[in-house]
């Protein structure tokens, strides 16, 4: 049977471990989206923390009077927030390929309100945004979320985090090189598709001037666009993978930049 005593000392380590869960359940995918009640994060963030209340490592708290401990809190609601920003950039790869998609195939400038990120997306860019959380929800993103940030007190104790920014930086540049890499990967079958109609579409403008290849080539990318984006809906698990990998790797290195 667990037994929760709170004195004013335990009251302040769990204070602390709320703030850091809070701060991460505001902005990691699949908890911090738009469309779940603030009551509901609220309540599954004190269920959370009363659950790693038991377990965590519970050093000495440095600090001295309100001013010391508002610090404190700061630093664990700054920590809580670079993991799950670590974890929320991610999306972008899927968006940015669907922008690129869109832009391609002439459909960049249809857009769609997406309630969860709270802008205006297009339309292969939030095809790919749900379909691509919805697979890595069924490969278990969420419990990974879970035990990340319930595992980081192991790692950053409460109250003693220390932020390296030199390597969040490097952190986040690495992320821009790999978002372009990746992005441009699940681009490419479309480029390549598209690059050929256009060469097909210049000869024939030189062999038959009378046509409107202008009217013409803006039909057909939008058709072989759509063509090969339902011949590459096989691909999509292999790209919720390469995002859920990615996901991974930005947690574990944010992590490494705050102990």
Do not use: H
């Given at each position: ?8 000392e ?109 802008t ?47 390597h ?15 992005g ?34 803006m ?41």
């Open positions: 049977m667990v037994s929760y005593a709170f004195t004013l335990n009251f302040e380590y769990w204070l602390l471990i709320l703030v850091r869960i809070s701060a991460f359940m505001y902005l990691a995918p699949f908890f911090g989206n738009n469309t779940i009640p603030g009551k509901v994060k609220i309540g599954f963030s004190v269920f959370i923390s009363l659950i790693v209340y038991t377990v965590a490592a519970k050093p000495e708290l440095d600090y001295e009077g309100m001013v010391g401990y508002a610090v404190a809190v700061l630093s664990e609601g700054i920590t809580g927030l670079l993991i799950g920003l670590a974890a929320n950039i991610c999306n972008s790869i899927v968006l940015y390929a669907g922008t690129m998609i869109d832009m391609d195939i002439g459909l960049s400038m249809a857009t769609q309100f997406n309630p969860e990120m709270g205006e997306m297009t339309l292969t860019g939030n095809l790919y945004y749900y379909l691509v959380m919805l697979l890595m929800t069924g490969r278990g993103m969420q419990g990974y979320l879970i035990r990340t940030v319930s595992d980081s007190f192991s790692v950053i104790p409460i109250g003693n985090a220390s932020f390296n920014w030199d969040l930086y490097a952190s986040m540049v690495q992320y821009v090189v790999d978002m372009f890499v990746l441009f990967r699940i681009f490419l079958p479309f480029f390549a598709c598209i690059m050929v109609l256009n060469c097909v579409l210049g000869i024939m403008a030189k062999v038959a001037p009378q046509l409107n290849m202008f009217a013409v080539g039909q057909l990318k939008v058709i072989v666009g759509y063509a090969v984006l339902m011949l590459t809906f096989f691909m999509l698990p292999q790209v919720a993978d390469l995002v859920l990998d990615e996901i991974k790797t930005m947690v574990v290195r944010f992590v490494e930049g705050m102990y």
